[in-house]
């Protein structure tokens, strides 16, 4: 017996719950309602990859990478910022790690049984308000890209890496209208030979 799961319904957030007076969108607002949170923003990172590229599929919290372009493109997303949601004594250091994981495989039903790198492109996102007062949850001009490509990610062999560090791997920080040519650059080689 197998218990395969169906599409999750795209819902528009007026939906009513069955029991208790309130609608889905009031849910998200409770659940979701600060995008500086790391959990949320790390959300909002893989929306703003997923919008570059031209995506429209729904995240898949179990997923081996984080994005799928409509070309087949897989692309793992990371963030980090200067601001957290909290009070703190001085501005956090942005730091980014990707190591090699195992990726769950819907047909098989289970997990691979060895790590890997399964991304064809990785990308940095990097919200660089510096003060609560500037920072706009809503700006895209807040942020910057990092991409790199699949083989510079594992020639660092899931080592932490500083901006400093970051920049030598994947080049300069780009902005939001750059960003889908980079990923599709930096992922297409690796796409490509997944698909022969």
């Avoid at 909002?44 to 997923?63: D, H, K, N, P, Q």
């Avoid at 980014?96 to 047909?107: L, S």
């Avoid at 510096?130 to 699949?150: I, K, P």
């Avoid at 400093?164 to 902005?175: D, M, S, Y």
Wanted: glycine residues 8%.
């Amino acid at each position: 017996m197998t218990f395969d799961a169906p599409p999750a319904p795209r819902l528009t957030g007026t939906e009513q719950f069955n029991g208790v007076d309130a609608a889905v969108i009031e849910f998200w607002r409770f659940a979701m309602n600060d995008l500086r949170t790391n959990n949320v923003r790390g959300y909002l990172a893989e929306f703003l990859v997923a919008c570059a590229i031209g995506s429209t599929a729904a995240r898949v919290e179990w997923a081996p990478w984080d994005v799928t372009g409509p070309d087949g493109i897989r692309v793992e997303v990371k963030s980090s910022g200067y601001l957290q949601a909290w009070g703190q004594k001085k501005l956090s250091i942005p730091r980014f790690r990707v190591a090699a994981a195992y990726g769950w495989d819907e047909v098989t039903g289970a997990w691979s049984t060895t790590q890997a790198f399964n991304a064809d492109a990785y990308v940095f996102c990097l919200h660089t308000a510096v003060t609560h007062d500037g920072y706009d949850v809503l700006d895209v001009s807040q942020w910057e890209f990092y991409v790199a490509d699949r083989g510079a990610i594992e020639a660092q062999r899931g080592a932490s890496m500083g901006l400093a560090t970051l920049a030598r791997v994947a080049g300069p920080p780009l902005p939001f209208s750059e960003l889908g040519d980079a990923i599709a650059s930096a992922g297409e080689p690796s796409r490509l030979t997944r698909s022969t």
